[in-house]
């Protein structure tokens, strides 16, 4: 399945392509936690990204957020041509991966992005910001090109 449509398709057709792990979280929860495999971390086999929760005691709640997570981390790694321009204002998984295809056609110089979106470049870094995930993989993505680290 191509990116686009792995960040689009339901949550079915996405878990189709995953192998699931449950284990046992440590941490905050008290017995429950301790005693019960209720961590999710889910492993998309064909590219072998993962992402992990194990932030509620419930295993299907952690399950989502997992499937959440994947969604970004294969909008995080997963690059293609630039084509469709993102939606600014959203950042749904989709916008993200195509908010990095241009980043990373443009060496990831936020000012040239902003121009080519027709955004301020601060308004660009206020709206990533909004995503502290995003706007973390931004800078990392910055500091191995040699650039500065930037904020909001």
Same mark, same amino acid.
């Given at each position: 399945?191509?990116? !686009?449509? #792995?960040?689009? %398709?339901?949550?079915?057709?996405?878990? @189709?392509? %995953?192998? $699931?792990?449950?284990?046992?979280?440590?941490?905050?929860?008290?017995?429950?936690?301790? =005693?019960? +495999?209720?961590?999710?971390?889910?492993?998309?086999?064909?590219?072998?990204?993962?992402?992990?929760? %194990? +932030?509620?005691?419930?295993? $299907?709640?952690?399950?989502?957020?997992?499937?959440?997570? &994947?969604?970004?981390? #294969?909008?995080? =790694? #997963?690059?293609?041509?630039?084509?469709? /321009?993102?939606?600014?204002?959203?950042?749904? /998984?989709? !916008?993200?991966?195509? $908010?990095?295809?241009?980043?990373?056609?443009?060496?990831?110089?936020?000012?040239?992005?902003? @121009?080519? &979106?027709?955004? +301020? /470049?601060?308004?660009?870094? =206020?709206?990533?910001?909004?995503? /502290?995930?995003?706007?973390?993989?931004?800078?990392? %993505?910055?500091?191995?090109?040699?650039?500065?680290?930037?904020?909001?």
């Amino acid at each position: 399945m191509k990116r !686009d449509d #792995l960040l689009t %398709c339901d949550d079915n057709a996405l878990l @189709a392509e %995953c192998r $699931l792990d449950f284990f046992k979280a440590t941490g905050k929860g008290g017995q429950k936690r301790n =005693k019960t +495999s209720s961590a999710v971390r889910l492993i998309h086999v064909p590219t072998g990204i993962q992402a992990a929760d %194990c +932030s509620e005691r419930s295993q $299907l709640r952690n399950r989502i957020n997992a499937l959440k997570k &994947l969604r970004y981390e #294969l909008a995080f =790694k #997963l690059r293609e041509p630039p084509g469709e /321009p993102p939606e600014i204002g959203s950042l749904r /998984p989709i !916008d993200t991966a195509r $908010l990095f295809d241009l980043f990373d056609a443009v060496a990831f110089d936020h000012a040239a992005a902003a @121009a080519q &979106l027709g955004v +301020s /470049p601060s308004k660009l870094l =206020k709206t990533m910001s909004r995503r /502290p995930a995003v706007f973390a993989f931004f800078n990392e %993505c910055r500091v191995r090109r040699g650039l500065s680290v930037l904020h909001a």
